[in-house]
């Protein structure tokens, strides 16, 4: 079954980013120490997730609970997982680099609205502001991945047209960030959407500077992981747990979960090189800092079930 | 944005046969009454679902839920959905037809093993009866859907090849069923597979004679639903509420929920003419019913947001 699968699809390795550490974390009420950002970091490694976003270089008065992000990234092992951190200017990126972090996050919103809410910033100063980070981080050897954030939807100014992600996509492609991750920052996407829009992309760039970051508020989370499969997409964001999503609003999940992603790469003949059982294991360290079950949408099954099916 | 997915579709109207009532209740412990029954129906119905499996006329000694069906099937309006009854064999046939039911279900297994435990039959002799129900089926005007069950795994026998799958589908199009419904009875495909059968399957008989029956035990319910429209299938099986599961193991969801179904098709665009804002009441009558919260994956969201998106 898994071969029949395989036709459609380009390569069979899937990359993923694992954010739990800091898209997941930074949407978090519960105060969370640096040993514990350190041990969440410590289980994702064991998980052997190939790449791991380990927090952010922003105010700590915005983002309390990236905080000490710097000291956080001293601590870090020289081998296992690519360390990435998303920056949000250049003072930001220099932060990193001081620290040794050479790939890292620069976000764009789709909407000018978004932006000015998200970074007190208009479009045109932050595509300006990408210019020169992109530029710099190319000199200096640094892999950038740039952010189209709320590229399907936003919360201020409602569904954005596939023409003005094609073109500001192809505005920030110029600049040749090691990969141009398309988010739907708000959880809105359809899979129909989704793979309009991959699949022009992946005509036009080819599909290995790529990515998808979906949320799962509406549990279309892995519809549309599968609609970018579908077209070619290869990279993807995902959480453990699907920590992100307000932990105010039951049944409202954040970020799709790294297990959910890996079932569904693994059952259709993709690679991950992801272990779940460790995975799972980093779901609980979450679990157990958060005070309440975290989880994916299959979280029952596969703590049940995984060990069987993949042997 | 639902412009540029519908390019993807052969046409944009996606019709849904609601199954609530009959895969759903049969799997629950807690006892029904005939008018409970039809109040479900009742609620189903204003939720303008298109087709309404009300039961099933097996024997009541294997299927204690479904005794009655006939009762139930004097009781149904002469207006609203089509509705629709399983039956397991030609006794069952006439059964149905006595009730005015001219719309049914048959199943068959792809496997050996999972047809002799599932009706106590070989899979030669369940074909032979298949043969003879279609045939007279035929001369008497009733629409028959020919279910391949357990067409991408078998509990019993594990994965089954999508050729098995391929040649059992042809031999039951020889005898012209109204519809072709691809069963993923334990749940456990993934859409790469289901993108791949359903593309052959439509390149071989086209869309209208073919439907989907998905089971969303691991969270790949509306991801398959997505693979499946992508091949260009417009016709599925979905229970209100996502009933179906085994009520004694949290998060192992049962059939795909219709609500979950619905939201997917309509934010891409395509045409179910259920209104959401019934069908969820619908839930609320299964929730009272079965003491205890029911609901598909994006139930939260959808009572919280449907009537803000939908306007």
Redesign the interface.
């Known amino acids: ?2 071969l ?6 380009m390569t069979d390795i899937v990359t993923i980013k694992e954010v739990a550490a800091r898209d997941g974390l930074q949407a978090q009420s519960v105060e969370i120490s640096l040993e514990q950002r350190q041990e969440l970091i410590e289980a994702l490694s064991k998980a052997k997730v190939p790449e791991l976003e380990i927090g952010s270089f922003v105010s700590s008065r915005a983002v309390p609970q990236m905080a000490g992000t710097d000291a956080l990234a001293r601590t870090l092992p020289r081998s296992g997982p690519k360390f990435s951190a998303l920056v949000p200017n250049m003072k930001g990126y220099e932060l990193a680099r001081r620290e040794g972090i050479d790939q890292m996050a620069i976000v764009i919103s789709a909407t000018e609205q978004m932006n000015q809410n998200n970074i007190r910033k208009s479009l045109v100063d932050t595509f300006a502001m990408a210019g020169e980070i992109l530029s710099r981080a190319r000199r200096e050897g640094v892999e950038i991945h740039a952010y189209l954030a709320v590229a ?2 936003c919360p201020y100014e409602g ?4 023409s003005v992600v094609l073109e500001q996509a192809s505005k920030l492609m110029r600049d040749e960030p090691s990969r141009l991750v398309i988010a739907d920052t708000i959880g809105a996407a ?4 989704v ?3 991959m699949a022009e992309l992946v005509s036009q760039y080819g599909t290995h500077r790529l990515g998808c970051h979906f949320h799962d ?4 989370g ?2 549309n ?3 970018a ?2 077209a070619g997409v290869r990279q993807f964001d995902s959480s453990a747990g699907g920590l992100g999503g307000c932990p105010f ?4 999940k954040g970020n799709v979960a790294t297990e ?1 992603v890996v ?2 790469c693994e ?4 690679s991950t090189g992801i272990d779940m059982e460790a995975l799972l294991q980093s779901v609980a360290c979450l679990t157990q800092m958060m005070g309440a079950q975290q989880g ?6 596969l703590t049940n079930n995984w060990q069987k099916i993949s042997k």
Chains 1, 2 share one sequence.
Not at 267 to 270: D, M, N, P, Q, S
């Open positions: 079954m898994s029949a699968g395989k036709s459609f699809y399907f939807e569904k954005v047209a596939q359809n899979p129909s959407a793979k309009s829009m508020t509406r549990a279309m892995l519809a992981v599968f609609a499969l579908d609003a039951p049944g409202a959910d079932m569904l059952t259709a003949g993709l994916g949408r299959a979280h029952y099954w």
